[in-house]
């Protein structure tokens, strides 16, 4: 006999398994050819690994350490 805990376990799992389902069927954009940043070429190995990278591996690093050090004033 199923009581209300289990209940919302199921409903809490098929919520999760629409949002993964909706997460991996979007199509993310073209990969660059250069990088948004800098004007390098971004190698083909990168944007084939990474669908929809827009960023060489030296200005991607450099915008994770801003988007994680930066707190609005």
């Known amino acids: 006999m199923a009581d209300w805990i ?3 376990q199921e409903y809490q799992l098929k919520i999760l398994e629409a949002q993964i389902t ?7 954009a073209p ?3 250069f ?7 971004i190698a083909q190995l990168r944007r084939k690994i990474i669908p929809g990278v827009q960023r060489c591996i030296e200005c991607q690093e450099i915008e994770e350490i801003k988007r ?3 707190r609005p004033v």
């Open 6 to 8: 289990d209940e919302s």
């Open 22 to 28: 909706q997460a991996t069927r979007t199509q993310p």
């Open 31 to 33: 990969s660059a050819f």
């Open 68 to 70: 994680k050090n930066y």
């Open 35 to 41: 990088c948004l940043d800098c004007d390098t070429p």
